[in-house]
């Protein structure tokens, strides 16, 4: 049985980060930051949306889409959840292929199942409905597709989860259901709705910022109490200081220097979380 780490982190340094891989491909410098309905803005601001080109294959897997790239050799997969963006947001795709520079397969795929994603020209007013029907605790149908595919076609035997906001949610979720889950990082997300939501079956790494519009603070203090309280595999929550929703994978390190070392950290957790469990 792993050890259990019970404690928030609040991360305030602005220390170098090392000891990781980027994918060596060229990101070019198209920024998308603004929002166009000024009278009700998204508080999950799109951030600087990359031009990125990712170093994968979009692939179907029975009645989903997905996108997948693949180390030369590996028996290591993450799942890599979307934000309300969407599977095909340049930003995730990035992450995807950091996964497997760091020697892990890495699918993102389309839990909208097809849906349209959010846009930053939508009225935030309207999120409640349009997320009616793209709920993240709703996706265990999905997730049971992609679970096959990655044991049978890729020769998984290790598998994690990574998720952002939308996906933050969703990878919460399924830490609570699926013990065969090696390890899962959940990036700003959390499942607020069910009864069973501090029951972790799995390793948990938690990331949130300390500003952020749409997860407050006291909500993270209550997951962490709560956590204490009823968890029995390991976790952590970790807070970092001045940042905003969306940092660890909207906002681009190269052109946001005092935001770099937060950015740079969070990527190194979340390596480093998963390399210990997987």
């Not at 920024?31 to 999950?44: D, L, Q, T």
């Not at 501090?198 to 790494?205: H, I, N, R």
């Not at 997951?223 to 681009?252: M, P, W, Y």
């Amino acid at each position: 049985m792993v050890g259990v780490a019970k404690s928030v982190v609040f991360c305030d340094k602005r220390n170098q980060i090392s000891g990781f891989s980027f994918p060596h491909s060229e990101i070019n410098p198209g920024f998308s930051g603004a929002m166009a309905n000024e009278a009700k803005p998204c508080p999950c601001d799109i951030g600087d949306k990359i031009e990125y080109v990712g170093l994968g294959e979009e692939v179907q897997i029975q009645h989903i889409k997905a996108y997948v790239v693949k180390p030369p050799v590996s028996e290591k997969a993450i799942i890599v959840i979307q934000d309300i963006y969407g599977w095909q947001l340049p930003n995730t795709r990035y992450m995807a292929d950091m996964l497997s520079a760091n020697g892990y397969i890495a699918i993102c795929p389309d839990f909208f199942v097809g849906k349209e994603p959010w846009s930053p020209s939508h009225d935030w007013s309207t999120f409640q409905q349009w997320l009616e029907d793209k709920k993240p605790t709703d996706i265990k149908k999905e997730v049971d597709v992609v679970l096959k595919y990655l044991k049978e076609q890729c020769g998984a035997k290790h598998i994690g989860v990574v998720g952002f906001c939308w996906g933050g949610v969703a990878t919460h979720y399924i830490a609570l259901q699926y013990q065969e889950i090696k390890a899962g990082v959940s990036v700003y997300g959390i499942v607020r709705e069910r009864e069973d939501r501090f029951d972790l079956k799995s390793p948990t790494l938690f990331i949130f910022a300390e500003n952020d519009a749409v997860i407050p603070l006291d909500q993270v203090t209550t997951l962490e109490t709560r956590l204490k309280e009823n968890c029995t595999a390991d976790f952590q929550v970790k807070i970092f200081s001045k940042q905003t929703h969306g940092f660890v994978h909207r906002k681009r390190e190269d052109i946001n220097p005092d935001d770099k070392p937060y950015i740079e950290e969070a990527r190194t957790d979340m390596i480093n979380w998963l390399n210990k469990y997987m």
